[in-house]
């Protein structure tokens, strides 16, 4: 069965600064895709940034991107220039080739600090 | 293009009451995918559907039962409701090889 692990409860960061979130997942699968979702306080989940697995060119999305390490089964984001709006939990998730099944991790909790 | 709709967005019931919400994709989308969400578990996938049919089911008991509609409009039903079932109920829609779009939720709460 394939798992994501994300080992940050919390993160902070001051405004225009630099955070990396880590997300580790597990999979015996070939063809996957991996997702960043934010929810912020309104609970609505919002895509952030996806990787197909097959693609070996890190996903970029304006300041948010990834570091996807496909043989250490990690995929980090890095969000650039903080904002205040970034603040939210961010999850990280899973999803095989062959259906809409999203595996989510336990989330990070992002503060940014004016 | 209208996003995901769920309905109601609240709701409170009693224990042994049963309760169906209701899931309106995106227009043309043919999958949907529910999801429990709960300060102790977390995000849990419940049920897909695609086409109808479902797809993929996870590790709930079976008072926990969904369907879609030809329309792929999608509700569930949660029979017998416990304290336990108390939760943000996340829909989502998408077509496979795309990213999914979630709906506000459906905040349960069972007394």
């Known amino acids: 069965a394939q798992t994501v692990t994300q080992s940050q409860p919390e993160m902070s960061v001051q405004e225009a600064e630099t955070v990396t979130l880590s997300c580790t997942y597990d999979?015996?699968?070939?063809?996957?895709?991996l997702f960043w979702y934010k929810q912020p306080p309104s609970r609505q989940m919002i895509l952030v940034i996806r990787?197909?697995?097959?693609?070996?060119q890190n996903a970029t999305e304006n300041r948010f991107s990834v570091n996807f390490q496909k043989a250490a089964k990690s995929f980090s984001l890095k969000i650039s220039d903080s904002q205040l709006g970034d603040a939210a939990m961010y999850f990280c998730?899973?999803?095989?080739?062959?259906?809409?099944?999203?595996?989510f991790g336990t989330g990070t909790r992002l503060q940014v600090f004016p | 293009k209208a996003g995901v709709t769920q309905t109601p967005r609240y709701l409170i019931k009693t224990r042994g009451q049963q309760v169906t919400l209701s899931c309106s994709p995106i227009?043309?989308?043919?999958?949907v995918s529910w999801y429990q969400q709960t300060p102790g578990q977390g995000l849990q996938f419940l049920f897909e559907?695609?086409?109808?049919?479902?797809?993929n089911k996870g590790n709930f008991p079976g008072r926990f039962s969904g369907r879609q509609f030809s329309n792929s409009r999608s509700e569930m039903n949660v029979s017998t409701l416990e304290l336990g079932d108390s939760a943000l109920y996340l829909c989502?829609?998408?077509?496979?090889?795309?990213?999914?779009?979630f709906g506000q939720g459906t905040r349960l709460t069972v007394v």
């Open positions: 999979t015996s699968e070939s063809d996957y895709y």
């Open positions: 227009s043309g989308h043919r999958s």
């Open positions: 990787q197909e697995a097959y693609k070996q």
């Open positions: 559907y695609f086409s109808e049919t479902q797809r």
């Open positions: 998730a899973y999803r095989s080739g062959n259906t809409d099944k999203l595996i």
């Open positions: 989502a829609s998408g077509e496979t090889s795309t990213e999914a779009f």
